[in-house]
């Protein structure tokens, strides 16, 4: 369960980190498969702000009803990827001996927990949202 006031998926990646971290003794490649991840979170984070600075110039050449709506959405998104930013430029610049003060709830994640969350993660992203669209074709 995650607790309100923080990014739904920031806590879930702090998790699933906080997992990656405890097991690096047991198995080294974990060690790779966490920095994996926070690359491809910073990459998908990028890319997100990138798109909706993409739409809000597209939105601002049509100048439509739903402009100002379509702004405040697109300032929360930038704010919303600012903040992961800073969460995974802080989990970049930590050493594996500092890994233990960032620990969140490592104690209630288990390998079914990562499992579960590694699956909804992936869901997020773009292919697996749109592969209806793809098999259908």
Known sequence: QVS????EIQQLQKALLDYLDENTETDASLVFS????????????????EKAIKSQKDEDSSEGTHHAKDVE???????R?????TFLRSIIKTTPSQFSTLKMNSDTVDYEDACLIVRYLA???????SFDIYLTQ
């Open 4 to 7: 309100g006031g923080e990014d």
């Open 81 to 85: 990827a600012e903040s992961r930013k």
């Open 123 to 129: 869901s997020m992203r773009p292919f697996a949202q």
């Open 34 to 49: 966490r920095k994996f991840y926070v690359a491809q979170w910073f990459r998908d984070t990028t890319m997100e702000t």
């Open 73 to 79: 959405t697109t300032g929360q998104i930038m704010h």
